[in-house]
């Protein structure tokens, strides 16, 4: 759990009576958040229900990243103009943090520049040191069990959509857009000139520079959080984008580690894996071994060739039969994927029809744990057709733990995962904190 912030970040957070609205590209935002809703739907009834004179800040999910560059800047256009009119009619004023990837995916550019006002500068931070992506001399690091190396070195810059080959931030910005220029800002000036250098680099900014400051600890992101309010307090319009570190402390919420209610589990837990790192494939193979059950998967070139009904009936079966049998069930995409369904268009098929087995398996259990950004976020709306959650905190660094609010009225424990996040163990650890839950019960 992180310390209390700074009384100086505290005062600031304080002053400002803007609601906080965290537009998430994918569910995994909430990494370092307990005690915060998330709205699941972006209709308009349902985006401007969530804007209340009583709240300080609150999550979309967008699942923006699983979308066409178009399509993602037309949902965010309609997902701003709701949020602004039902803002001025309780007479608060919104504060827009867009949530993305600490390993530089998504349509991140475009995003921004749906915010973007004539004179705004940008402020990225993608540093999510809870789980080892830091940012040191202009370059993004990823560690984990393999070591310390550039974001750009390791299998997320080979994403098959937002694939990227620089490795200096600087340089990545230019890779990505015509149409903002990337400046850094270094430790030693983070650290010693504190949080006003932070505000004199971006107030001395010209407008369309995305400023990219170091950050190492969680020390170092507070002391940025810092410096924007103090240039926002001076007239500074400035577009945000973030990994969940920041996003956290703008908010003024804090992490918590929890548990699974006791029993939470005992009608069945599912597991539902969909992303495609070779980091997942571990975990699953962990999973694997660890429970002495095969994964039920999905066949991509049955679904590709003969359409989803050929193959979501008979996956929906295996999976109920597993439930029914040993009240936990595991659903997986095919780990090795053929190159010519590595694009979006292909994703979303696969998506549509996992979703649509969740969907059939609903019924027969009582928790489901999901793998992966989109996974999770399709699982919990397509699947499930939750309408919103409550993050209740993380079963271990990165992984939230919510709780689904159905459209039945009934409630469900779900955990998320990132596609990114964790070591070997995760889904092994996930799995164990639920079976625990079951004994407890």
């Not at 590209?25 to 915060?36: E, I, K, L, R």
């Not at 049955?302 to 659903?331: C, F, P, W, Y």
């Not at 744990?369 to 209740?392: F, M, N, P």
């Amino acid at each position: 759990m992180r310390d209390a912030l700074p009384k100086a970040l505290e005062t600031l957070l304080h002053q400002d009576d803007r609601i906080v609205v965290v537009l998430d590209d994918d569910p995994t935002g909430t990494q370092t958040f307990s005690d915060v809703m998330v709205v699941l739907k972006t209709d308009t009834a349902s985006l401007q229900a969530a804007v209340k004179p009583d709240i300080s800040c609150f999550f979309v999910l967008t699942n923006t990243r699983a979308m066409r560059e178009s399509d993602a800047v037309k949902l965010l256009r309609q997902i701003k103009r709701d949020i602004d009119q039902a803002c001025a009619g309780i007479g608060r004023s919104p504060c827009y943090l867009l949530r993305g990837d600490s390993t530089l995916r998504g349509h991140i550019f475009a995003e921004m520049n749906v915010f973007r006002q004539e004179r705004s500068v940008g402020l990225l931070v993608p540093a999510f040191p809870e789980c080892g992506r830091t940012t040191v001399n202009g370059i993004h690091y990823l560690t984990d069990q393999a070591g310390c190396r550039p974001v750009a070195e390791t299998e997320f810059a080979r994403d098959t959509v937002f694939g990227f080959t620089s490795r200096s931030l600087v340089n990545w910005v230019a890779e990505k857009s015509s149409d903002w220029q990337g400046e850094t800002l270094g430790l030693e000036q983070i650290r010693n000139g504190g949080s006003d250098a932070v505000a004199v680099a971006l107030l001395s900014a010209k407008p369309g520079t995305v400023l990219m400051p170091d950050a190492e600890q969680i020390s170092d992101i507070e002391i940025i959080v810092e410096g924007l309010l103090k240039a926002e307090q001076a007239g500074l319009h400035v577009v945000v984008r973030s990994a969940s570190t920041l996003a956290s402390i703008r908010c003024g919420k804090r992490s918590a580690i929890v548990r699974p209610k006791p029993g939470s589990a005992s009608n069945g837990l599912l597991i539902v894996c969909g992303s495609h790192t070779g980091l997942t494939t571990r975990q699953l193979a962990q999973l694997t071994a660890y429970t002495g059950m095969e994964p039920v998967i999905l066949p991509t070139e049955e679904l590709m060739h003969s359409g989803r009904e050929a193959v979501v009936a008979d996956t929906s079966n295996r999976v109920i039969e597993q439930l029914k049998q040993q009240k936990l069930a595991i659903v997986a995409s095919e780990r090795l994927r053929d190159a010519k369904y590595g694009d979006l268009a292909s994703g979303a098929i696969v998506m549509e029809a996992l979703t649509a087995v969740v969907s059939a398996a609903a019924a027969h259990c009582s928790s489901v744990v999901a793998k992966g950004g989109i996974t999770s976020a399709q699982v919990a709306t397509d699947g499930l057709g939750a309408v919103s959650a409550r993050v209740e905190g993380q079963l271990e660094a990165g992984v939230s733990l919510w709780t689904l609010q159905l459209p039945s009225g009934a409630t469900m424990p779900y955990a998320v995962i990132p596609g990114n996040v964790g070591n070997e163990n995760t889904l092994v650890h996930v799995y164990r904190c639920f079976t625990e839950a079951i004994e407890a019960g």
